[in-house]
């Protein structure tokens, strides 16, 4: 079956870095995601891998899949307060739809 | 702004009632995909049009329905509406129908039922 699990609350210092993880169990999937969102806000699309990849580097956000293990994780540089947000990992591009499947989501608390 | 308009904003009825959600996708974009979002089954995808046909379907109660219109845009209806269809209706849109289309999604429609 589908499911994508995160845990829900990560707490951390403003300038630290932030490390969300996921894991998911559709092993078919051809993307992973990961979106943000803010309160009261719509889902922004942070980043994405291709699931033959290993690592994605965009500015400050790194993506690490183990397709092994089945482990996805996003990893924030340099955290500051107004990235403080809800995060979802989701997957998605199976054959002939790209319907998402989205994890819990992580709630990113930053403090001065 | 991702491009995906979503009207109403905001919605407020009562139980019984029925409702239409609207979604017009980003210019060029072919699929509209139906998203819910509650406190207690998170984010879960409902349903997805390709070019006005349906092409997945989701964890839609027999109750909703949807249908995409030669212009592309969506309409998403909720009938004999319950307590617990209180939630964030997102919808977003992609290019195609599959192969990992990035989706945009709109900033959704917050229904209460009272």
């Known amino acids: 079956g589908e499911d994508v699990e995160q845990s829900l609350f990560l707490s951390v210092r403003e300038g630290d870095s932030s490390v969300i993880n996921c894991t998911y169990t559709?092993?078919?999937?051809?993307?992973l995601y990961w979106y943000k969102q803010e309160p009261g806000a719509g889902l922004q699309l942070l980043t994405y891998?291709?699931?033959?990849?290993d690592m994605k580097q965009d500015q400050r956000l790194t993506v690490l899949l183990n397709k092994k293990d089945k482990h996805l994780s996003l990893r924030i540089a340099d955290t500051q307060t107004g990235d403080s947000a809800i995060y979802f990992c989701a997957e998605g591009g199976g054959y002939n739809t790209d319907k998402l499947i989205f994890g819990t989501g992580t709630r990113l608390q930053v403090f001065p | 702004d991702s491009g995906v308009t979503q009207t109403p904003k905001h919605l407020i009825t009562a139980t019984g009632q029925r409702v239409t959600l609207r979604c017009s996708p980003r210019?060029?974009?072919?699929?509209v995909y139906w998203y819910q979002q509650s406190l207690d089954q998170g984010l879960q995808f409902l349903i997805q049009?390709?070019?006005?046909?349906?092409?997945a379907k989701g964890n839609i109660l027999e109750r909703f329905s949807a249908q995409q219109f030669p212009d592309l845009h969506s309409e998403l209806n909720l009938s004999s509406l319950e307590l617990g269809d209180s939630a964030l209706y997102f919808c977003a849109s992609s290019v195609g129908q599959g192969d990992g289309d990035t989706q945009y999604f709109g900033p959704g429609t917050r229904l209460t039922v009272l």
């Open positions: 210019s060029g974009d072919l699929s």
């Open positions: 891998i291709f699931s033959n990849m």
């Open positions: 559709d092993s078919s999937s051809t993307y």
């Open positions: 049009y390709y070019n006005g046909e349906e092409r």
